[in-house]
């Protein structure tokens, strides 16, 4: 098992830059593929983006590529969103998960949650 904790989020003006981090504890970080999914106010919750056990794969949703970056520290247990030119329709509160598959979209592919941190584009 595996417990997060997310970190960074807070108010920025569009155009400018955010990084989220999640802390990991509990069994080995390296044994997890690592995804980050967002959810806006009346608004499912969507995928960003996703990153493989040792970092060597990772995937982006359309509407962040080229402008977000997942990274993975398996030293530091530890995993970060980069998120520049930021949108206000990234407004949402941002979620670190963990799934015991290889690189997924899907929600549903992963067991662990972390409790979300809120982040606020303003126009």
């Known amino acids: 098992q595996v417990q997060l904790v997310e970190s960074g989020g807070g108010l920025v003006q569009a155009g400018g830059s955010l990084r989220l981090s999640c802390a990991a504890s509990g069994r080995t970080f390296s044994s997890y593929t690592m995804g980050w999914f967002r959810q806006a106010p009346g608004k499912e919750r969507e995928f960003v983006a996703t990153?493989?056990?040792?970092?060597?794969?990772?995937g982006y949703a359309d509407s962040v590529k080229g402008r977000f970056t997942i990274s993975k520290d398996n030293a530091k247990n530890t995993l970060h969103l980069q998120m520049n030119s930021l949108k206000p329709e990234d407004t949402a509160v941002y979620y670190c998960a963990a799934s015991v598959t290889f690189v997924a979209r899907g929600a549903d592919k992963y067991g662990y949650w972390g409790q979300g941190t809120q982040v606020t584009v303003s126009s």
């Open positions: 990153i493989s056990r040792i970092g060597g794969i990772t």
